[in-house]
């Protein structure tokens, strides 16, 4: 409720607590109104805490990561298998000045990532590459950490759901905009 995506190109002026994300996608996905986009960040708002690292698998046009910077995060590591849309979001993570926080990586979901012990990875993207690589998820979070899976459309729910409970994940919240879900489910702590 306190983040205001604005286009690059226009003024705008924020108010006292307001958060603003200045957002120009060029051709990368994420304007930030697609509600899959409102559903990750009202879960970042929720969960991120200031001084977390985070992994956001999928980023497109940086939206994401620039949100959890701009929330505190202290470090993030923002992957897309698309170089246009890497370019794009190192474009807006410099706009945005959370160029020492965030590092753009071109690569394949978290295929050779060795970063674990992460607090929480979103990934905004569809239903079908989400159910990829929850095991790798598992293994790139610390226990107790937050994945936040978005981009998943309705009747695809149940059975993202089922492959993060297969991975050893625990559902904690499914929240739903429209069509479009959202499922946050975490590590357990052992």
């Given at each position: 409720?306190?983040?205001?995506?604005?286009?690059?190109?226009?003024s705008?002026?924020?108010?006292?607590n307001?958060i603003?994300i200045?957002?120009?996608p060029?051709?990368?996905?994420?304007?930030?109104?697609?509600p899959?986009t409102?559903l990750?960040?009202?879960?970042?708002?929720?969960y991120?805490?200031?001084?977390?690292?985070?992994?956001?698998?999928?980023?497109?046009s940086?939206?994401l990561?620039?949100?959890?910077?701009?929330?505190?995060?202290?470090?993030?590591?923002?992957?897309?298998?698309?170089?246009?849309a890497?370019?794009a979001?190192?474009?807006?993570?410099?706009?945005?000045?959370?160029?020492?926080?965030?590092?753009?990586k071109?690569?394949n979901l978290?295929?050779?990532?060795?970063?674990?012990n992460?607090?929480i990875?979103?990934?905004?993207?569809?239903?079908?590459?989400?159910?990829?690589f929850?095991?790798?998820v598992?293994?790139?979070?610390?226990?107790?950490?937050?994945?936040?899976?978005?981009?998943i459309?309705?009747d695809?729910a149940?059975?993202?759901e089922e492959?993060?409970?297969?991975?050893?994940?625990?559902i904690?919240?499914?929240?739903?905009?429209?069509d479009?879900?959202?499922?946050i489910?975490?590590?357990?702590v052992?």
């Open positions: 409720d306190r983040i205001t995506i604005v286009p690059s190109w226009e705008y002026t924020a108010s006292a307001e603003i200045e957002l120009d060029g051709m990368a996905f994420g304007t930030g109104t697609h899959t409102q990750c960040i009202r879960a970042l708002s929720d991120l805490q200031p001084g977390d690292e985070l992994i956001d698998v999928g980023t497109g940086g939206v990561s620039i949100a959890s910077a701009k929330l505190g995060a202290k470090s993030i590591l923002a992957t897309d298998l698309d170089e246009i890497t370019r979001a190192e474009e807006n993570i410099t706009l945005n000045k959370t160029e020492h926080i965030i590092t753009v071109q690569n978290l295929q050779d990532i060795n970063k674990t992460v607090d990875v979103v990934a905004n993207i569809l239903a079908e590459v989400i159910l990829l929850p095991e790798d598992y293994k790139a979070l610390k226990p107790g950490g937050i994945f936040i899976a978005s981009g459309i309705e695809k149940k059975v993202v492959a993060l409970k297969n991975a050893g994940l625990i904690e919240k499914i929240e739903q905009q429209g479009w879900v959202a499922i489910s975490k590590r357990g052992e």
